[in-house]
C-alpha cells in the first residue's frame, strides 16, 4: 500500500489562521513572525481513521452511507432550557438536543462558572459528563456546591478529568452520555495523531472525533475553547465549521458579560445576552438597561441618555460628558466607548452650526462599560446633548432621552428602527423623547402615557433651543 501524502499547511500560532505559503504578517491578526509550517497527514491516513472508527461500529456509530432523499429520516430539533434565560435567548429559544456548541471567552470571563450552572441544570432529566482537563475533580466540586451552591443530580451527573479523547468517547458510549461538557478543546489529545495539546493537528482531530460521535449517538456537546491575545478563538479557524453554534463571552467591565453568536444553524445570529458575575455565578439580567444607567438618584450636569440597538435588543445606556478649560497648548479629546472620529465630527459640527466655542478639555465615557462601533451614529444627538450640558453647566431635563444622527450640514438624522428604540425608551418610563423631525412617524403616539412626550427637532439649532 502506498504511503500517505504528508500535507505542508502554514499556520499561524496567534490565530490559527491557515495559508498556502509563508508570509511575513499573517492577514487575519496582524502578527508578524508567527505563522509557522507544520505537516499534517492527510484524512485518509490509518491513523485518522482508527481514531474515529476504533470500536464496533466506530466512535461516532455506522456510517449510513447513500440514501435517496425520500428514505431519509427527518428529526425535528428538540430544545431544551439551560436554566440561563440570557444563554437560552442567545441559542435560539434553548438548547437543541444533538448539537455542537463553542463557547469561547478571556480567562475569567465566565466560561467554567456558567457551564457548571447547565450541567446541573441537565443532570435533572438526563445522563450528564462534564469533562475537566484543566482542574482537578475536587476544584471543580468545590466550586459548583460549595461556591455556587449547586445540587447535581447524583444518579446522572458524572465528573472525569480525562485529556485523551480515546477515553472521553469510551466513557460517554459506556455511560450513555446524553449531555457533554468537554473544556476545554485546547486541552485535549488523541492518541492517533501526533502533536501536543492545542497544536493544530490536535484540535481538528479531537473536534471532528467528538463531532462525529455526538451527531450518529444523540449527544448534545459543549465545547469551551481558549483565545488568544486579542480576544479571538485560539487554534483553526476550521473549528467553526465543525460546531454547529459558536458563542463568545464579551468582559464590558468587572461584572458585566455580553454573549454574541457568531454561527448558528439553529437560530439568528442577531440575539445578545447580558449576563452579571456574582459571588453566586453568572444571573441572567433581564432589565440590562438599568445596567447601563447610572445608579445615583441625583441629577447631574453633562449627562444623557439615549437608546442603541445591539442585536435584537433595544438598550438605554446612559453617556457622560466633561468640559473643562484646556490646560495645555492643545485640547485633550479623551474617548472611552464612544467613537473618536463621531466625537470630533460632533465638536466641529457644533461650533460651525451652533455658534458654541468648543474649545475645551473634552472626557466622553459610557457608563457600563460599553463600547460603540465607529459606524453606530444613533448616539450623536445624545453625546452633543451631554456636552452642551456640561459645557452650560446645567442638567438636561429630567427623564429626557436623545436618538439621532448629526449630520455635517447640522442637520438631524433618522437611525435605523427608531421606532422600537422610542417604545422602548417611553416603556423605561422617561418622559421626554427628542427625535429627528424626520424620523417622526404617528404610530408612536400609541405608546406615549399621561405625563410623557416626543419631540420632533429638525436640526441641531432646535435642539440648542430646547435645552434653553
Not at 445578545?272 to 441625583?298: A, C, K, W, Y
Not at 403616539?445 to 405625563?451: C, T
Request: aromatic letters at 6%; one cysteine or more.
Amino acid at each position: 500500500m502506498a504511503k500517505a501524502k504528508t500535507k505542508i499547511a502554514y499556520v499561524c500560532s496567534e490565530c490559527g489562521a491557515d495559508f498556502k505559503k509563508w508570509q511575513g504578517q499573517c492577514s487575519e491578526c496582524k502578527a508578524w513572525n508567527t505563522i509557522t509550517e507544520f505537516r499534517e497527514p492527510t484524512s485518509t491516513t490509518k491513523s485518522v481513521n482508527d481514531a474515529i472508527n476504533r470500536s464496533k461500529g466506530g466512535y461516532a456509530g455506522p456510517s449510513v452511507g447513500v440514501q435517496r432523499i425520500n428514505q431519509v429520516k427527518i428529526e425535528n430539533a428538540t430544545r431544551v432550557s439551560t436554566g440561563l434565560s440570557e444563554l437560552d435567548r442567545v441559542l435560539g429559544g434553548g438548547i437543541t438536543l444533538g448539537s455542537v456548541v463553542l463557547i469561547s471567552g478571556d480567562p475569567g470571563s465566565g466560561k467554567t462558572t456558567m457551564l457548571t450552572k447547565v450541567a446541573q441544570v441537565m443532570s435533572q432529566t438526563m445522563n450528564t459528563l462534564y469533562v475537566t482537563a484543566e482542574e482537578s475533580l475536587s476544584q471543580w466540586s468545590k466550586r459548583g456546591i460549595e461556591r455556587l451552591k449547586l445540587n447535581f443530580n447524583e444518579n446522572n451527573f458524572m465528573l472525569s478529568d480525562t485529556d485523551c479523547i480515546e477515553d472521553i468517547v469510551d466513557q460517554c458510549i459506556e455511560n450513555e452520555i446524553r449531555f457533554l461538557i468537554a473544556d476545554s478543546i485546547q486541552a485535549f489529545e488523541s492518541n492517533s495523531v501526533e502533536g501536543s495539546a492545542g497544536g493544530v493537528t490536535q484540535v481538528k482531530t479531537c473536534a471532528k472525533i467528538l463531532n462525529r460521535l455526538c451527531k450518529q449517538h444523540g449527544i448534545t456537546l459543549i465545547l469551551v475553547g481558549q483565545v488568544n491575545k486579542n480576544s479571538q478563538m485560539a487554534g483553526p479557524q476550521t473549528l467553526k465549521h465543525i460546531i454547529d453554534t459558536a458563542i463568545h463571552i464579551e468582559v464590558n467591565d468587572a461584572s458585566v458579560r455580553i454573549l454574541r453568536a457568531d454561527k448558528n444553524r439553529f437560530g439568528d445570529t442577531e440575539q445578545v445576552g447580558i449576563f452579571q458575575m456574582t459571588e453566586f455565578g453568572m444571573r441572567s439580567v433581564d432589565n440590562p438597561s438599568r445596567l447601563f444607567l447610572s445608579s445615583s438618584e441625583e441629577h447631574f450636569e453633562g449627562s444623557a441618555i439615549t437608546v442603541i440597538k445591539d442585536g435584537s435588543r433595544n438598550l438605554l445606556i446612559e453617556i457622560q460628558a466633561l468640559a473643562t478649560e484646556v490646560e495645555g497648548e492643545k485640547s485633550i479629546r479623551n474617548c472611552i466607548g464612544v467613537s473618536y472620529s463621531r466625537l470630533s465630527l460632533i465638536t466641529a459640527v457644533l461650533k460651525k452650526h451652533g455658534g458654541i466655542p468648543t474649545y475645551y478639555d473634552i472626557n466622553i465615557s459610557l457608563v457600563g462599560g460599553l463600547k460603540m462601533a465607529d459606524s453606530e451614529t444613533s448616539t450623536d444627538m445624545a453625546v452633543m446633548a451631554a456636552l452642551l450640558s456640561s459645557i452650560n453647566s446645567k442638567p438636561l431635563p429630567v427623564g429626557a432621552v436623545f436618538i439621532g444622527e448629526v449630520a455635517l450640514t447640522g442637520e438631524l438624522r433618522q437611525v435605523p428602527q427608531i421606532v422600537p428604540r422610542v417604545r422602548e425608551a417611553l416603556s423605561h418610563g422617561k418622559n421626554i423623547i427628542f427625535i429627528p423631525k424626520v424620523a417622526y412617524h404617528k404610530s408612536m403616539e400609541q405608546f406615549v402615557k399621561a405625563g410623557q412626550s416626543i419631540q420632533p427637532l429638525n436640526n441641531i439649532k432646535a435642539l440648542i433651543e430646547a435645552l434653553n
